[in-house]
């Protein structure tokens, strides 16, 4: 195979900074995407199940998105436009209500708070403070919430909020669904410390969660637990705000995923495929009486980019019309759950457990040196793969909802001789 030292990319290493990270595990040079694979500068096809951290949901230059692109540069559309009314954006509005919204009776107002989910999540975790006058937001245990300080303050990981070299503040971390092994009720201790006049926590303006947990370890929320904390929410005048920028636009099966628990959240955060294209792109949803922003309180450069309205606006059209990419995806959820099934029951030394939600899916394992064998193995055998988990333990599973059943096949069958693999370096 191609080797970091057969393309002597020598350029990355001498300018680029040290923190760069995939290019570390995959170490090639690439050239093209088309669909589910990536292909290096040498032509060699790489199966991807990573999806670009879950941006290309329709896939690598979908030709349908492709082709509204074009058209449109072509045309000399607006390519940077601020929050200026642009045709494009106008089209992505009527299409996301029309799409999205009026169908699921959501009511949210949209925002675009700038280019990526950080973005988003500061937008949100701003609005809720702005609109309650309170400054602590809970979050939970191995969350993920962005790199930025306002976003790493929700988050759970270490050394990821060790990167911030200041104190994360007016954060209060829960325990996630499942933390605790289910030996105490839901919420226990969440409702003790709102109830307790005592108890030192200050009542917060808001709640934010992810309904599976993606970098944290693909952990997955039950739709009671999401109820619960709803609930929770509403009782104390708490704004419950779902983090949906990896698991949204379809991972799960409906567009959101919080749909299935029968929410509706007070905020909601989106980004990574809602471009559809790979584009930088994110938005904030809240419901009306929340819209209490004044003109330009919250604003960026790169939050008016058209071209990503115009690929958007190209998914909604071609996959949220009707239930099909829907049906398409919970039905290959139960084809990947049989597979990892198998796979773990083969002899009870290739993985602890797996879990997943519609073509989100982590495979566990008891350290990271065995999740990190194995995803060097599938790239050697031309599959994409990463890990997650708090100690880089789960192998995770993204392959783009528009990938064929026989390429479905083919990415779980080099999956299972990885993990194979893995087990048996390990038994010699």
Excluded at 76 to 86: E, N, W
Excluded at 147 to 153: D, F, P, Q, R
């Amino acid at each position: 195979m191609t080797t970091l030292t057969d393309t002597a990319p020598s350029v990355f290493e001498t300018v680029e900074s040290e923190v760069r990270s995939y290019c570390r595990a995959w170490p090639v040079v690439f050239e093209q995407a088309r669909g589910s694979r990536l292909y290096d500068e040498h032509g060699r096809p790489f199966l991807d199940f990573f999806a670009g951290a879950g941006s290309l949901n329709y896939g690598h230059n979908n030709p349908v998105l492709k082709r509204a692109l074009l058209d449109y540069l072509a045309d000399d559309g607006i390519t940077h436009g601020l929050d200026m009314s642009t045709t494009a954006k106008r089209d992505f509005l009527e299409t996301f209500r029309s799409t999205v919204l009026e169908p699921r009776a959501l009511p949210y107002k949209v925002m675009f708070p700038g280019p990526t989910g950080t973005n988003a999540v500061e937008a949100a975790l701003k609005l809720a403070r702005k609109v309650t006058g309170r400054k602590t937001v809970v979050s939970f245990t191995n969350a993920f919430h962005g790199m930025s300080l306002g976003s790493l303050a929700v988050t759970g990981n270490a050394a990821k909020r060790a990167g911030a070299g200041v104190p994360l503040t007016h954060t209060t971390q829960m325990p996630f669904d499942h933390y605790l092994d289910d030996q105490v009720p839901d919420f226990l201790w969440f409702e003790r410390l709102l109830s307790d006049s005592g108890s030192g926590l200050d009542h917060p303006a808001a709640v934010i969660v992810e309904t599976v947990q993606g970098e944290g370890g693909i952990n997955v929320a039950r739709a009671e637990w999401l109820r619960g904390l709803a609930d929770l929410c509403r009782r104390h005048e708490m704004l419950l705000i779902v983090d949906d920028i990896q698991m949204g636009c379809g991972r799960t099966g409906d567009f959101f995923s919080f749909e299935e628990a029968g929410i509706t959240p007070d905020i909601v955060t989106l980004s990574k495929s809602i471009s559809g294209y790979g584009l930088p792109m994110a938005l904030c949803l809240f419901r009306p009486e929340l819209d209490v922003w004044q003109p330009g309180e919250h604003n960026g450069t790169f939050r008016g980019n058209n071209p990503a309205f115009v690929t958007a606006t190209a998914a909604l059209d071609a996959y949220w019309r009707d239930g099909t990419l829907r049906e398409r995806t919970l039905a290959r959820a139960g084809r990947v759950e049989r597979a990892l099934g198998d796979l773990c029951g083969e002899d009870g030394r290739t993985a602890v457990s797996y879990r997943g939600r519609g073509l989100v899916w982590g495979l566990e394992f008891t350290d990271g040196e065995r999740a990190e064998a194995v995803c060097r193995r599938a790239f050697e055998l031309g599959l994409l793969l990463e890990t997650s988990g708090p100690r880089g333990e789960v192998v995770k599973l993204l392959p783009p909802l528009t990938a064929t059943d026989d390429e479905l096949d083919e990415g779980l069958g080099i999956l299972a001789r990885s993990v194979r693999h893995a087990a048996d370096r390990v038994a010699v």
